[in-house]
């Protein structure tokens, strides 16, 4: 197996532009292990980018790969949080309670049947990846394995479906809140 050597140019601008990068990443991330990631799959990318003799600025072009890897990993930081948050906020109350009151027993099947049909309202793959959270207890790695997606997306999937069911509970229950 021969070790990959890059030509002259492109190791130039990895040893140029690395550490600005870096540096680049490393205040909006405020997490110096990310930072490392990201600039390393900028650096991935530009390798992997058919058309690098074409860039006519190579620095403008690899901080642009840098903001959007940087934009993706704050919207799987926000899906993160939302699902984390979701955790966070404990488990439903139990369905029954031979204790409760009559009403009490009927409001909770009723609200057992609204959240059985914004369930359905659901696309399959999330409404999946939900009921094997949040019902079967199964971690998102092992979603994933069972999805045959990535953690990433299992993520995704959880935390769009704890919104729309959030939503369309609040709204039919006369408490949605403004957007």
């Given at each position: 197996?021969?070790?990959?050597?890059?030509?002259?140019?492109?190791?130039?601008?990895?040893?140029?532009?690395?550490?600005?990068?870096?540096?680049?990443?490393r205040?909006?991330?405020?997490?110096?292990?990310?930072?490392?990631?990201?600039?390393?799959?900028v650096?991935?990318?530009?390798?992997?980018?058919?058309?690098?003799?074409?860039?006519?600025?190579?620095?403008?072009?690899?901080?642009?790969?840098?903001?959007?890897?940087?934009?993706?990993?704050?919207?799987?930081?926000?899906?993160?949080?939302a699902?984390?948050?979701?955790?966070?906020?404990?488990?439903?109350e139990?369905?029954?309670?031979?204790?409760?009151?009559?009403?009490?027993?009927?409001?909770?099947?009723?609200?057992?049947?609204?959240?059985?049909?914004?369930?359905?309202?659901?696309?399959?793959r999330?409404?999946?990846?939900?009921?094997?959270?949040?019902?079967?207890?199964?971690?998102?790695?092992?979603?994933?394995?069972?999805?045959?997606i990535?953690?990433?997306?299992?993520?995704?999937?959880?935390?769009?479906?704890?919104?729309?069911?959030?939503?369309?509970?609040?709204?039919?229950?006369?408490?949605?809140?403004?957007?």
């Open positions: 197996m021969s070790r990959f050597k890059p030509d002259p140019p492109v190791a130039e601008s990895l040893r140029e532009f690395y550490t600005q990068i870096l540096h680049f990443l205040k909006r991330t405020d997490n110096a292990s990310d930072a490392a990631d990201m600039t390393q799959d650096f991935t990318q530009w390798l992997g980018y058919q058309d690098r003799a074409k860039v006519e600025q190579p620095r403008a072009f690899l901080f642009q790969m840098a903001r959007n890897l940087l934009r993706d990993h704050w919207r799987r930081q926000q899906v993160r949080q699902v984390h948050s979701e955790q966070i906020a404990g488990q439903p139990p369905l029954t309670d031979e204790r409760d009151e009559p009403m009490a027993g009927a409001q909770r099947l009723q609200y057992l049947e609204q959240l059985k049909a914004v369930l359905a309202e659901l696309s399959p999330r409404r999946e990846a939900l009921m094997l959270h949040r019902f079967e207890g199964l971690s998102q790695a092992q979603i994933a394995e069972r999805m045959g990535s953690v990433s997306m299992v993520e995704k999937h959880i935390a769009f479906a704890l919104l729309h069911c959030k939503r369309h509970l609040q709204r039919d229950s006369g408490k949605e809140q403004p957007q």
